[in-house]
């Protein structure tokens, strides 16, 4: 159980396949001392990670509920030093990427845009209160190299693009003012490549090489990033090797 002068990595989306290799990578690296796993879904029942350095907090997704999870962090005086937001849908019951504008409504748009841009910025919101302290705090967010606007040369994937676009230029907008106001956090808008997990099971199959990545490889990746990332108040587009990804 969390103890209060605990230095604390917040995962949320933990019940996802990066998610919860995340939470067993930063468990195994033993660089901090307790993992706050967020997931919408029962994970401390269904979870293989058994550990007493793992609190697992389930939330709604909505904004109501991520403010209930951060006053509760708050009240228990949790020290944040990561945090990875592992939010992400591409697709789904009666939602498939678009390939024409035909293809396009607004009930998908809506949906996609509420979990990968949405939900996200929300946590940032919550979250500037606590991550206002003296130690350095790292937040990285899942987005993904189709929403750059400069890279896309294929179209397609209308909502999934567009809704990583529109997390980027929030993430932007955040690191400006976090810049201002929580000049000890860094934040950082991470590429993973295409990962072996649900969200890209139907599409692996056009995944040439080695170019399909085990969540594990991914988690580790990512976290070496935040170690190594300065301080700089600025936004960082980048891949799971730490290339700069184009906006």
Not at 101 to 116: G, M, P
Not at 190 to 201: I, Q, R, V, Y
């Amino acid at each position: 159980m969390l103890k209060p002068d605990k230095n604390c990595a917040l995962v949320v989306g933990a019940s996802g396949g990066i998610g919860s290799a995340l939470v067993t990578a930063l468990l195994s690296e033993g660089k901090v001392n307790h993992v706050l796993a967020a997931s919408g879904s029962d994970m401390a029942a269904k979870s293989t990670i058994s550990s007493s350095d793992v609190t697992w907090l389930p939330y709604h997704y909505n904004e109501s509920s991520i403010t209930g999870v951060v006053e509760q962090l708050s009240d228990l005086g949790a020290s944040i030093t990561r945090v990875c937001i592992c939010n992400g849908i591409l697709h789904g019951k009666n939602l498939r990427p678009e390939k024409r504008l035909e293809d396009l409504n607004s009930e998908s748009l809506q949906t996609l845009f509420y979990a990968n841009s949405i939900l996200p910025i929300l946590w940032l919101k919550a979250l500037r209160g606590l991550c206002n302290g003296d130690g350095r705090c790292c937040i990285a967010v899942l987005s993904a190299r189709v929403g750059s606007i400069s890279d896309n040369r294929l179209g397609g994937w209308y909502g999934y693009r567009s809704s990583k676009a529109a997390l980027n230029m929030l993430l932007k907008t955040a690191a400006v003012e976090y810049a201002r106001r929580n000049k000890n956090v860094k934040l950082i808008s991470f590429h993973p490549g295409t990962t072996d997990t649900d969200l890209s099971k139907p599409f692996q199959s056009a995944v040439r090489g080695k170019k399909l990545f085990t969540p594990e490889f991914v988690a580790s990746k990512l976290l070496e990033i935040m170690d190594t990332a300065d301080v700089d108040g600025e936004l960082s587009f980048l891949d799971w090797e730490g290339k700069k990804v184009d906006w």
